[in-house]
């Protein structure tokens, strides 16, 4: 069976930088969205409450339900509490009230019910979700007709990973949204309100982080992948995966391998095939692309359960870091982990 391993000190690692960049651990609101970016969900919430992070970023209800005891705060990013009828139940079904509810644009404010605590995601120039900067009384006034909770105001940037001056645009309009919102929250009557804009790049893109808190995915991951000018050192990856072997052939030179016949061996040589494919997560467009740390060379097309390597061993270390097994997937280290199916064996190590 294929197995992903799950390194504890490379996550505590990586925390320790993150905690370094927010200045508190009490500022970390590990992102634990698909899966824990398919590392699992509640392997990670055990491993973030052991290192003392009390605060989750999730997408959905049931995420939020299935980490609710591991954290103190939980911010569902696209949730709309479910009210079941004449039911004194918390609309989640939770038991507490730790979820938070991000409110993705005017529309929805009538959908929330009386008494949600919410937050205000607020477009600053992604123009993915959020109200618009222009919007921003209206949406405060909205809230407080719904008779909702507004607890804080969020963005998120769309180029905090790349050296452009987006970045410093968006901050420079979250800063502007931040000085309105102090005013509104006097005249709505709210409170205090939390700010907070950053994912794992834009934390460390800020000289002096000064937010109530960051969302941080990747980082925690150790599987960031930045233009080299702001590239952090130290981080590690936390997630391996291997596969076992099913069969092996002793085969000739010239001899053909897999659908399609599309590797060829030049000499004698053991093929091997191991139990991980793009059913299980494998991403299809590496076939003939790619060789394992161990140097082993992945030949002929994956199959839905299968793919083969020159590697007569046992078991195979497919890969210990997803930003490289990206690069042969032409695509980036989110996708290769968020593809690996939740059916996978997971162990802490
Ligand atoms: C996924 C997500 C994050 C985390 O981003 P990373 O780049 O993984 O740190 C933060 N905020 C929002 C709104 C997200 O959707």
């Not at 607020?122 to 009384?137: F, I, P, S």
């Not at 995966?241 to 053909?256: G, P, Q, T, W």
């Amino acid at each position: 069976m294929a197995k992903i391993t799950l390194n504890k000190n490379n996550f505590f690692n990586n925390l320790d930088i993150i905690a370094k960049a927010t200045q508190s651990v009490d500022k970390i609101a590990v992102v634990l969205k698909d899966n824990a970016y398919g590392h699992g969900l509640v392997a990670m919430a055990t491993m973030a409450k052991e290192y003392g992070v009390k605060k989750a970023v999730v997408q959905t209800e049931d995420e939020a339900k299935q980490i609710e005891d591991f954290f103190d705060y939980i911010l569902a990013l696209n949730a709309i509490p479910h009210v079941p009828e004449r039911s004194g139940k918390h609309p989640l079904g939770v038991k507490s009230d730790k979820v938070r509810y991000t409110i993705n644009d005017l529309h929805s404010i009538v959908k929330f019910p009386q008494g949600t605590k919410v937050e205000l995601k607020v477009d600053t120039g992604m123009h993915r979700n959020g109200v618009a900067m222009n919007q921003l009384e209206e949406a405060f006034a909205k809230i407080k007709e719904q008779g909702l909770v507004l607890e804080a105001l969020f963005t998120h940037h769309r180029s905090a990973d790349e050296l452009s001056s987006e970045w410093f645009w968006q901050k420079d309009n979250f800063k502007k949204v931040k000085e309105e919102a102090v005013g509104l929250a006097g005249k709505y009557d709210f409170g205090a309100l939390r700010f907070h804009s950053s994912n794992s790049a834009a934390l460390f893109r800020n000289s002096s982080f000064d937010e109530d808190m960051a969302r941080v995915g990747i980082a925690a991951y150790g599987c960031m992948q930045l233009p080299d000018a702001i590239k952090i050192e130290g981080l590690k990856p936390v997630l391996s995966l291997y596969a076992n072997k099913i069969s092996s052939r002793e085969l000739n030179s010239s001899e053909r391998v897999g659908y399609g016949g599309t590797f060829e061996t030049d000499k004698n040589c053991v093929v091997s095939n191991y139990d991980f494919g793009y059913g299980d997560g494998f991403l299809r467009v590496c076939s003939n692309n790619y060789t394992t740390p161990h140097a082993k060379k992945l030949v002929g097309r994956i199959s839905m359960d299968n793919s083969s390597f020159i590697c007569e061993d046992d078991e195979i270390l497919i890969f210990d870091d997803a930003s490289k097994i990206a690069l042969s997937a032409k695509t980036m280290s989110y996708e290769v982990l968020t593809s690996l199916k939740s059916s996978i064996r997971r162990e802490i190590i």
